[in-house]
Protein backbone atom coordinates (compact mmCIF):
# COMPACT_ATOMS: atom_id res chain seq x y z
CA UNK A 1 0.00 0.00 0.00
CA UNK A 2 1.29 3.57 -1.24
CA UNK A 3 2.04 6.15 1.49
CA UNK A 4 -0.49 7.82 -0.20
CA UNK A 5 -3.69 5.46 -0.25
CA UNK A 6 -2.51 4.71 3.59
CA UNK A 7 -2.93 9.08 3.92
CA UNK A 8 -6.26 9.03 1.59
CA UNK A 9 -7.50 5.92 4.05
CA UNK A 10 -6.47 7.93 7.40
CA UNK A 11 -8.37 10.81 6.25
CA UNK A 12 -11.46 8.60 5.46
CA UNK A 13 -11.74 7.02 8.92
CA UNK A 14 -11.39 10.52 10.82
CA UNK A 15 -14.29 11.85 8.43
CA UNK A 16 -16.50 8.90 8.89
CA UNK A 17 -17.40 6.78 11.68
CA UNK A 18 -14.99 3.99 11.23
CA UNK A 19 -13.17 2.85 14.42
CA UNK A 20 -10.64 0.27 14.24
CA UNK A 21 -10.42 -1.66 17.20
CA UNK A 22 -7.03 -3.26 17.68
CA UNK A 23 -8.15 -7.49 18.52
CA UNK A 24 -4.96 -9.14 18.45
CA UNK A 25 -1.15 -9.77 17.40
CA UNK A 26 0.17 -13.03 16.47
CA UNK A 27 3.76 -14.27 16.57
CA UNK A 28 5.02 -13.64 13.44
CA UNK A 29 3.82 -9.22 14.40
CA UNK A 30 0.89 -8.98 12.26
CA UNK A 31 -2.08 -7.00 13.85
CA UNK A 32 -5.60 -7.72 13.76
CA UNK A 33 -8.21 -5.21 13.62
CA UNK A 34 -11.75 -4.98 13.27
CA UNK A 35 -14.38 -2.11 12.70
CA UNK A 36 -18.10 -3.00 14.05
CA UNK A 37 -20.98 -2.46 11.69
CA UNK A 38 -21.92 1.14 11.14
CA UNK A 39 -24.31 3.57 9.95
CA UNK A 40 -22.31 5.97 7.74
CA UNK A 41 -23.55 9.83 6.54
CA UNK A 42 -26.05 8.84 4.48
CA UNK A 43 -27.83 6.37 6.37
CA UNK A 44 -25.78 3.46 4.81
CA UNK A 45 -25.30 0.36 7.14
CA UNK A 46 -21.77 -0.55 6.34
CA UNK A 47 -21.03 -4.09 7.62
CA UNK A 48 -18.12 -5.30 10.02
CA UNK A 49 -14.77 -5.59 8.34
CA UNK A 50 -11.79 -7.22 9.70
CA UNK A 51 -8.50 -6.67 8.24
CA UNK A 52 -4.65 -7.40 8.83
CA UNK A 53 -2.08 -5.10 9.23
CA UNK A 54 1.53 -7.26 8.20
CA UNK A 55 4.71 -7.20 9.77
CA UNK A 56 5.81 -6.84 6.20
CA UNK A 57 4.86 -3.96 4.72
CA UNK A 58 6.13 -5.14 1.24
CA UNK A 59 3.12 -7.18 -0.47
CA UNK A 60 5.83 -8.73 -2.97
CA UNK A 61 7.12 -9.69 0.53
CA UNK A 62 4.42 -11.89 1.29
CA UNK A 63 5.00 -15.74 1.66
CA UNK A 64 2.43 -18.44 2.41
CA UNK A 65 2.04 -19.27 5.91
CA UNK A 66 3.07 -15.64 6.78
CA UNK A 67 -0.54 -15.58 8.58
CA UNK A 68 -1.49 -18.45 11.12
CA UNK A 69 -4.87 -20.57 9.71
CA UNK A 70 -6.78 -19.39 13.03
CA UNK A 71 -5.87 -15.78 12.17
CA UNK A 72 -6.48 -16.14 8.34
CA UNK A 73 -10.20 -18.41 9.93
CA UNK A 74 -11.12 -15.09 11.26
CA UNK A 75 -10.56 -12.35 8.98
CA UNK A 76 -12.66 -14.70 6.25
CA UNK A 77 -15.15 -15.46 9.11
CA UNK A 78 -15.23 -18.52 9.35
CA UNK A 79 -15.01 -18.16 12.89
CA UNK A 80 -16.49 -15.76 14.97
CA UNK A 81 -14.05 -14.90 17.56
CA UNK A 82 -10.57 -14.37 17.33
CA UNK A 83 -7.95 -17.04 18.37
CA UNK A 84 -6.36 -16.89 21.90
CA UNK A 85 -2.46 -17.21 21.82
CA UNK A 86 -2.80 -20.44 23.63
CA UNK A 87 -4.63 -22.20 20.90
CA UNK A 88 -2.40 -21.11 18.08
CA UNK A 89 0.33 -22.70 20.22
CA UNK A 90 -1.70 -26.10 20.77
CA UNK A 91 -2.41 -26.40 17.34
CA UNK A 92 0.82 -25.55 16.17
CA UNK A 93 1.96 -28.22 18.31
CA UNK A 94 -0.44 -30.39 16.93
CA UNK A 95 0.80 -30.08 13.45
CA UNK A 96 3.99 -31.04 14.60
CA UNK A 97 3.23 -34.09 16.71
CA UNK A 98 0.99 -35.43 13.01
CA UNK A 99 4.02 -34.47 10.90
CA UNK A 100 6.66 -36.67 13.48
CA UNK A 101 3.82 -39.55 13.17
CA UNK A 102 4.06 -39.55 9.69
CA UNK A 103 7.84 -39.55 9.09
CA UNK A 104 7.74 -42.84 11.38
CA UNK A 105 4.54 -44.29 9.69
CA UNK A 106 6.50 -43.75 6.19
CA UNK A 107 10.10 -45.15 7.29
CA UNK A 108 8.58 -48.13 9.18
CA UNK A 109 6.41 -48.42 6.05
CA UNK A 110 8.95 -50.94 3.93
CA UNK A 111 8.59 -51.24 0.46
CA UNK A 112 6.99 -54.91 -0.75
CA UNK A 113 9.61 -57.43 -1.60
CA UNK A 114 9.63 -59.05 -5.30
CA UNK A 115 7.76 -62.00 -3.26
CA UNK A 116 5.43 -60.11 -1.74
CA UNK A 117 4.43 -59.02 -4.88
CA UNK A 118 3.93 -61.94 -6.72
CA UNK A 119 1.70 -62.91 -4.06
CA UNK A 120 -0.28 -59.91 -3.68
CA UNK A 121 -1.07 -59.11 -7.21
CA UNK A 122 -2.46 -61.34 -10.08
CA UNK A 123 -0.78 -62.60 -12.80
CA UNK A 124 -1.10 -60.70 -15.91
CA UNK A 125 -3.89 -61.96 -18.27
CA UNK A 126 -2.95 -63.20 -21.32
CA UNK A 127 -4.53 -61.48 -24.56
CA UNK A 128 -5.46 -62.59 -27.83
CA UNK A 129 -5.58 -60.20 -30.85
CA UNK A 130 -8.16 -61.21 -33.21
CA UNK A 131 -8.61 -59.16 -36.52
CA UNK A 132 -8.40 -54.99 -36.39
CA UNK A 133 -10.09 -52.38 -34.87
CA UNK A 134 -11.38 -51.00 -38.27
CA UNK A 135 -12.64 -54.36 -39.09
CA UNK A 136 -16.34 -54.63 -39.55
CA UNK A 137 -16.60 -57.95 -38.04
CA UNK A 138 -14.08 -57.66 -34.75
CA UNK A 139 -13.40 -60.99 -33.26
CA UNK A 140 -16.59 -62.72 -35.00
CA UNK A 141 -17.05 -64.96 -38.00
CA UNK A 142 -18.06 -63.60 -40.97
CA UNK A 143 -22.40 -63.99 -40.74
CA UNK A 144 -23.79 -66.05 -42.41
CA UNK A 145 -26.42 -65.82 -45.42
CA UNK A 146 -28.56 -68.20 -44.27
CA UNK A 147 -29.69 -68.87 -40.60
CA UNK A 148 -28.15 -71.23 -38.40
CA UNK A 149 -29.08 -72.86 -35.54
CA UNK A 150 -27.74 -75.49 -32.38
CA UNK A 151 -29.71 -76.91 -29.65
CA UNK A 152 -29.77 -73.13 -27.49
CA UNK A 153 -28.18 -71.00 -29.58
CA UNK A 154 -30.31 -69.25 -32.91
CA UNK A 155 -28.13 -67.39 -35.27
CA UNK A 156 -30.66 -65.47 -37.80
CA UNK A 157 -29.25 -64.83 -41.39
CA UNK A 158 -28.04 -61.75 -43.04
CA UNK A 159 -28.69 -59.83 -46.05
CA UNK A 160 -26.24 -59.36 -48.64
CA UNK A 161 -26.46 -57.24 -51.74
CA UNK A 162 -26.58 -59.21 -54.60
CA UNK A 163 -24.16 -58.99 -57.67
CA UNK A 164 -22.31 -56.07 -56.20
CA UNK A 165 -25.47 -53.67 -57.16
CA UNK A 166 -25.89 -50.64 -54.83
CA UNK A 167 -29.66 -50.69 -53.37
CA UNK A 168 -29.38 -46.69 -54.01
CA UNK A 169 -30.25 -47.55 -57.95
Known sequence: MGWSQGLFRALWRALSKEVKEHVGTDQLGNK???IPEYK?????????KRFVEAANKKEVDYEV?????????????TRKTP???EEILNNEKYREEI???SKTFYENEKLPSKETKEELFAPP?????????????????????????????FQPGSWMPQDGKSHNQ
Open 65 to 77: GDIPTEWEAWIRR
Open 83 to 85: PTM
Open 99 to 101: KIK
Open 32 to 34: YYY
Open 40 to 48: NWRGQTIRE
Open 125 to 153: VQTQIKGHASAPYFGKEEPLAAPTSTGKT
